[in-house]
T-cell receptor
Framework: ELKVEQNPLFLSMQEGKNYTIYCNYS?????LYWYRQDPGKSLESLFV?????AVKQEGRLMASLDTKARLSTLHITAAVHDLSATYFC????????????FGKGTTLSVSS | DAGVIQSPRHEVTEMGQEVTLRCKLI?????LFWYRQTMMRGLELLIY????????DSGMPEDRFSAKMPNASFSTLKIQPSEPRDSAVYFC????????????FGEGSRLTVL
C-alpha cells in the first residue's frame, strides 16, 4: 500500500523566517504534487514535479523532488502571513498520471 | 473556463436518508475522482473513473456508497442509507488522462448526517 508521510504536521512560524516541509513516500513514483488548502476551501494546485531533480519556485515557495530518496521538500523563504494554510503533497498511485494519494497535510501558521 | 462544479455545497440530513452528491467535470477532461476529507482520516480517494469507466473503487467504504458516471461530463456519488460517520467534505476532481496527472478540485460538498 502506498504511504505518503508529511512532517511536520503542524508548523508555527514567525514572519520572515525560513522553513522546510518534508514529504516521504513509499513507492517508486517519479511524479509528485503539492497543493494548498485554505480553511473551508478547496485544494489549489501549487507545483507539479515530474522527474527526479525537478525544482519549481513560485514566490516564496520552492519545491523539489528526489525520486531516489523518495523525498520531496517544500521550502518557505521569509514567511508572510498570507502563506498560512494547509499544504498537501500527493503521489501518483499508479505512476502513470492517474490517482493521487495525499499525505495528511502540514498546517502552517505564520504570525508576526 | 468553468472549473469543476459540485452540488450541493452543503447538505444536512438525518441518519437513514439517501444522499446524492453531484459533480460536473471540466470540459475536455476525461478522468473523474471522488475524495472524502475528514479531520481523522485526511483526504481519502474513494473511486475514480477514466472515460466514464470505474477504474478503482477500492476506497469506497462499503456497499452503502455508490458512484456513477452516466456521461462524459457528469458524475454522482450516492450514500444510502446515510450514517453519522459519513459526515465529511466530499470533493470531486477531474484531470486529463495522459497529461501531467494534475487534479483540479471542485469546491466540495459538506455533508452532515444527524
Amino acid at each position: 500500500e502506498l504511504k505518503v508521510e508529511q512532517n511536520p504536521l503542524f508548523l508555527s512560524m514567525q514572519e520572515g523566517k525560513n522553513y522546510t516541509i518534508y514529504c516521504n513516500y513509499s513507492t517508486t513514483s517519479d511524479r509528485l504534487y503539492w497543493y494548498r488548502q485554505d480553511p473551508g476551501k478547496s485544494l489549489e494546485s501549487l507545483f507539479v514535479l515530474l522527474s527526479n531533480g525537478a525544482v519549481k519556485q513560485e514566490g516564496r515557495l520552492m519545491a523539489s523532488l528526489d525520486t531516489k530518496a523518495r523525498l520531496s521538500t517544500l521550502h518557505i523563504t521569509a514567511a508572510v502571513h498570507d502563506l498560512s494554510a494547509t499544504y498537501f503533497c500527493a503521489v501518483d498511485r499508479y505512476q502513470a498520471g492517474t490517482a493521487l494519494i495525499f499525505g495528511k497535510g502540514t498546517t502552517l501558521s505564520v504570525s508576526s | 473556463d468553468a472549473g469543476v462544479i459540485q452540488s450541493p455545497r452543503h447538505e444536512v440530513t438525518e441518519m437513514g436518508q439517501e444522499v446524492t452528491l453531484r459533480c460536473k467535470l471540466i470540459s475536455g477532461h476525461n478522468s473523474l475522482f471522488w475524495y472524502r476529507q475528514t479531520m481523522m482520516r485526511g483526504l481519502e480517494l474513494l473511486i475514480y473513473f477514466n472515460n466514464n469507466v470505474p477504474i478503482d473503487d477500492s476506497g469506497m467504504p462499503e456497499d452503502r456508497f455508490s458512484a456513477k458516471m452516466p456521461n462524459a461530463s457528469f458524475s454522482t456519488l450516492k450514500i444510502q442509507p446515510s450514517e453519522p460517520r459519513d459526515s465529511a467534505v466530499y470533493f470531486c476532481a477531474s484531470s486529463l488522462q495522459g497529461q501531467t496527472g494534475e487534479l483540479f478540485f471542485g469546491e466540495g460538498s459538506r455533508l452532515t448526517v444527524l
